[in-house]
């Protein structure tokens, strides 16, 4: 194996969006544990969460409780984790073929924070990686991660090569992931692109971490707002 960079100043968090409140078993959980285990063996700090157990409110507010919520573990349970990670994986199940409603309804949170600055000046999830697991047994682990990865860049997070994974079982009613005879560990297919992800999430994040987060120049907030548009004019003169 090539020689790899010190991963142990990075810290991950993983979010598992099954339906299932623990202790009921989550297939997408032991998908999940197949990266965390890389992650840690790696010395990384990995958090991990199972969203449906908190909670936390539905909005696009950093805290519903000033929206009408009397309660709302977001400000208090989930941010300083999500913000503190150089790593975010979100973990969900596919239903209806797309992505949870707790899927959805964390990616509603996250966006609720990205009009938020990091210490340069950048929006906030500047400087941060994002990657996506999938599983369950119909059709569309692509178009889960697409919409997730798409939504993680948007908000500001890098999205490295290969940045997502997942398992399927046959089409319709049969085992999940866990299930015995499911062949979801074993499957070759499903363990090189968990592993590959994994470690390009980590390769992704350490270049970042190295550079002290993703260059400034042409992205501040600030700035725009004050008149410095980096070269952009809004009435070019024809050509």
């Known amino acids: 194996m090539a020689e790899l960079p010190d991963f142990s100043d ?19 959980q032991g998908l999940m544990d197949a990266s965390i285990a890389l992650m840690r063996e790696r010395d990384v700090h990995v958090d991990e969460l199972r969203f ?14 000033e929206h009408g919520w009397a309660t709302d ?13 150089d790593i975010l994986v979100v973990g969900g199940p596919i239903w209806l073929g797309d992505n949870s409603s707790i899927t959805k309804r964390l990616v509603e949170r996250l966006y609720s924070m990205s009009g938020e600055f990091n210490d340069r000046g950048q929006y906030v999830y500047y400087g941060k990686v994002g990657g996506a697991i999938i599983t369950g ?34 089409a ?23 592993t590959f992800m994994t ?31 980096s070269g952009f004019e809004a009435n070019p003169e024809y050509r």
């Not at 977001?74 to 990670?85: K, M």
């Not at 919409?147 to 908000?155: A, M, V």
């Not at 319709?172 to 968990?194: A, I, K």
């Not at 970042?208 to 501040?220: E, Q, T, Y």
Request: glycine share 12%; hydrophobic share 35%.
């Open 73 to 85: 573990a977001w400000p208090d349970e989930v941010w300083p984790l999500v913000e503190a990670a």
């Open 52 to 65: 449906v157990d908190l909670e936390v409110a539905t909005g696009v507010y950093p805290d519903m409780r």
């Open 137 to 170: 047994n119909e059709d569309g682990i692509k178009h889960c991660a697409m919409n997730l990865l798409y939504s993680l860049q948007h908000i500001g997070y890098a999205i490295p090569p290969g940045a997502d994974a997942g398992w399927i079982g046959e």
């Open 10 to 28: 990075l810290r991950a968090l993983y979010v598992n969006c099954t339906l299932k409140r623990s202790p009921e078993p989550s297939h997408t």
């Open 199 to 229: 470690y390009n999430l980590l390769h992704l994040a350490r270049l970042l971490k190295d550079a002290g987060g993703f260059p400034v120049g042409g992205n501040l907030r600030a700035e725009w707002d004050g008149g410095d548009h």
């Open 172 to 194: 319709g009613p049969g085992p999940s992931y866990l299930d015995p005879g499911s062949g979801g560990p074993e499957n070759d297919f499903t363990n090189r692109n968990t």
